[in-house]
């Protein structure tokens, strides 16, 4: 069966700091990733998404970056966080064979202080 | 642009009155609609997608494409159905946007 791992679960770290944020997942291959960040009032807000090694789509300009070294794990970074990234990620995946749900990790609760 | 709107943040219904969690969408394209749920301390959860025009927890959604919404309906609402509910269209290219969500609570 196929799982997500995401880690960790709950991170502080000063601004200035950088991040690493990692996302794995197990029994698929060539999955869609995604990492949103979930903030109250404003919901689920898409970051990036991937179809494939090396192919990141940006949505929102901002302090992170995100890579796909593997086929399965899916990084979310920055080289200096701000305040303002502080919120809650989500890392999820999707199959890309007809129109199946995606699954989503456990959350990382980053806070900048 | 590939866009998800729910109007409302809080909804409160009693305890067997019917519920109606509203979702509009905008997208150029065929779109493919589903609704996601978080109830208390669990992961985000498929609730159903409109593909499969089905009835999960009593739960129903219809695509009205000439408005352009996926409205999430329940004749008696039920004390277990307090949880968030997202709103989510996957376009082009497998982008999977999410709207801004509506936490449902149910009065006993």
């Not at chain 1, 060539?30 to 991937?50: C, D, E, H, K, T």
């Not at chain 2, 609609?33 to 978080?38: D, E, I, R, T």
């Not at chain 2, 992961?43 to 997608?49: H, I, M, T």
């Amino acid at each position: 069966s196929q799982t997500i791992h995401q880690w960790p679960a709950t991170l502080v770290q000063p601004v200035g700091s950088p991040l690493s944020l990692e996302c794995t997942v197990e029994g698929t291959s060539n999955p869609n990733l995604y990492w949103y960040r979930q903030a109250a009032g404003r919901g689920l807000q898409l970051l990036f998404y991937s179809v494939g090694i090396g192919q990141i789509s940006s949505e929102v300009p901002q302090n992170l970056s995100a890579s796909r070294p593997q086929d399965r794990q899916f990084i979310l970074s920055s080289k200096k966080l701000l305040l303002s990234d502080s919120g809650f990620y989500l890392c999820a995946w999707s199959s890309d064979s007809l129109i199946l749900e995606a699954f989503f990790g456990q959350g990382t609760r980053l806070t900048v202080v | 642009a590939q866009r998800v709107t729910q109007p409302e943040k809080l909804l409160s219904v009693f305890k067997g009155a019917p519920v109606e969690l509203k979702c509009n969408y905008s997208y150029s394209g065929s779109p493919e609609l589903f609704w996601y749920v978080q109830y208390s301390r669990q992961r985000l959860q498929l609730l159903l997608r409109h593909i499969s025009r089905e009835s999960i927890k009593g739960f129903t959604a219809d695509l009205n494409k000439g408005e352009t919404s996926f409205h999430l309906k329940k004749p008696f609402a039920q004390e277990e159905d307090s949880a968030m509910y997202y709103c989510a269209l996957k376009g082009g290219a497998q982008k999977l946007v999410f709207g801004q969500g509506t936490r449902l609570t149910i009065n006993p």
